[in-house]
T-cell receptor
Framework: KNEVEQSPQNLTAQEGEFITINCSYS?????LHWLQQHPGGGIVSLFM???GKKKHGRLIATINIQEKHSSLHITASHPRDSAVYIC????????????FGKGTHLIIQP | DSGVTQTPKHLITATGQRVTLRCSPR?????VYWYQQSLDQGLQFLIQ???????AKGNILERFSAQQFPDLHSELNLSSLELGDSALYFC????????????????FGPGTRLLVL
């Protein structure tokens, strides 16, 4: 079974700072998802990666397949970025679903 | 708004009871996924249905069952409820254009908050 570790568990930063959240997994994967969960509980899919790098607005996600590691970066962070960020992996094979990390709780202070 | 709807939003029930959670996927999406989020276990994948058939199975208890109907809406049935079943239950959908859907962006519903007393 794939083990997914996220770091840090909690992160508090000032508005405008560059944020990095890390995700490591133990077994090779077919896809990695980054999700954002708002304080109200709603979940939004930010990225789905199988290789390389993706960018959407101020968010950048990268994945290194050889090192079994992905990072989510937020540039020019804003208080509205405060949320829990969750990494999830799909190991492939078809019969199993996503395995989730425990999430990183991010607070951006004005 | 993701386009995925879930009902009810909140549900309070007693141990031993049975409840049904309902999910309507985005228009055109063929896959529906069910997830459980509890304080101690975090998010867990329960089950995926694709066009009416079970496609993938995760940590779903035998007391739980799901189905997807011809109109593609899905129901998650939870029976013989225990205190530990209290959680947020999310439904998500994806188009499933290729590779079973787990390598696609998923669109999450707002969740159903279940409290078992």
């Amino acid at each position: 079974k794939n083990e997914v570790e996220q770091s840090p568990q909690n992160l508090t930063a000032q508005e405008g700072e560059f944020i990095t959240i890390n995700c490591s997994y133990s077994v090779g994967i077919s896809a990695l998802h980054w999700l954002q969960q708002h304080p109200g509980g709603g979940i939004v899919s930010l990225f789905m990666l199988s290789s390389g790098k993706k960018k959407h607005g101020r968010l950048i996600a990268t994945i290194n397949i050889q090192e079994k590691h992905s990072s989510l970066h937020i540039t020019a962070s804003h208080p509205r970025d405060s949320a829990v960020y969750i990494c999830a992996v799909y190991s492939g094979g078809g019969a199993d679903g996503l395995t989730f990390g425990k999430g990183t709780h991010l607070i951006i202070q004005p | 708004d993701s386009g995925v709807t879930q009902t009810p939003k909140h549900l309070i029930t007693a141990t031993g009871q049975r409840v049904t959670l309902r999910c309507s996927p985005r228009s055109g999406d063929l896959s529906v996924y069910w997830y459980q989020q509890s304080l101690d276990q975090g998010l867990q994948f329960l089950i995926q249905y694709y066009n009416g058939e079970e496609r993938a199975k995760g940590n779903i208890l035998e007391r739980f069952s799901a189905q997807q109907f011809p109109d593609l809406h899905s129901e998650l049935n939870l029976s013989s409820l225990e205190l530990g079943d209290s959680a947020l239950y999310f439904c998500a959908s994806s188009p499933t254009l290729r590779r079973g859907g787990l390598q696609e962006t998923q669109y999450f519903g707002p969740g159903t908050r279940l409290l078992v007393l």
